[in-house]
């Protein structure tokens, strides 16, 4: 059974900067896709970030030119950071990850709160 554990969230004010990271109990060389994903109070959770095997990544609109996804193959993480932070970023952030073999799994959240 493959586990994710996420940290780094935690309250921010508008304009700030969050760094959210993910680790993966088993390799992560052989991936089909890893990513970040978001669920607001009320809504749908949503794709936010995502990066392949072959490391091509794809963002939401809503974050493009704010938010990089990042992997360490070493580390088996993969990381958000998030720059300028708007309230509208508020949400539990989960990782998501997609192995060859093993199937998708999704780790337990983080929450990530943008106020003043």
């Known amino acids: 059974q493959v586990q994710l554990v996420e940290s780094g969230g935690g309250l921010v004010q508008p304009g700030g900067s969050l760094r959210l990271s993910c680790a993966a109990s088993e390799s992560i060389i052989n991936i089909n896709a890893m990513g970040w994903y978001r669920q607001a109070p009320g809504k749908q959770r949503e794709l936010v970030a995502t990066i392949t095997r072959r490391g091509s990544t794809d963002y939401a609109d809503s974050v493009k030119g704010r938010f990089t996804i990042s992997r360490d193959n070493a580390k088996n993480t993969v990381d958000l950071q998030m720059n300028s932070l708007k309230p509208e970023d508020t949400a539990v952030y989960y990782c998501?990850?997609?192995?060859?073999?093993?199937?998708?799994?999704w780790g337990q959240g983080t929450q990530v709160t943008v106020s003043s």
């Open positions: 998501n990850v997609d192995f060859v073999i093993m199937g998708v799994y």
